[in-house]
């Protein structure tokens, strides 16, 4: 994704607050950007040319990747312990967001060899 250095530095230090937030289900964009030091539509413009997606949907992404990496590999946490510890709102709202990514369900894919 990252064009130059300094564009994989920005996206090593988004991936670190995103990190650092992720069982924070306050955490949104103005927090994004207030950690960074841009504004909200600097942040938008930069995720926009370097990702071609809005900072929202990285965020998400984000949890998401982790999300699968969770079900695969700690099959005795629950569903719902997951989205919660990754910072959903509600299981319904982590499953909804899962299943729009993968195009499948949290537990339909924990129970596949993918």
């Known amino acids: 994704m990252a064009h130059t250095p300094i564009d994989q530095k920005f ?3 988004v991936n670190a607050i995103i ?8 955490f949104d ?3 994004l950007a207030k950690e960074l030091g841009v504004s909200r539509s600097s942040l938008y413009t930069k995720f926009k040319a370097l990702t071609g ?3 929202n949907e990285f965020v998400i992404n984000s949890k998401l990747k ?3 990496t969770l079900l695969k590999n700690n099959p005795e ?4 312990d997951i989205a919660s510890q990754l910072g959903f709102s509600s299981p319904r709202y982590f499953s909804q967001c899962f299943k729009t990514q993968f ?4 537990a339909e894919y924990r129970k596949s060899k993918v």
């Open 77 to 80: 946490l629950q569903i719902a």
């Open 53 to 55: 997606t809005s900072p």
């Open 29 to 31: 964009i103005n927090l």
């Open 66 to 68: 982790r999300a699968a």
């Open 19 to 26: 990190d650092r937030h992720l069982d924070n289900s306050d």
């Open 103 to 106: 195009h499948i369900s949290p």
């Open 11 to 13: 996206l090593d230090k």
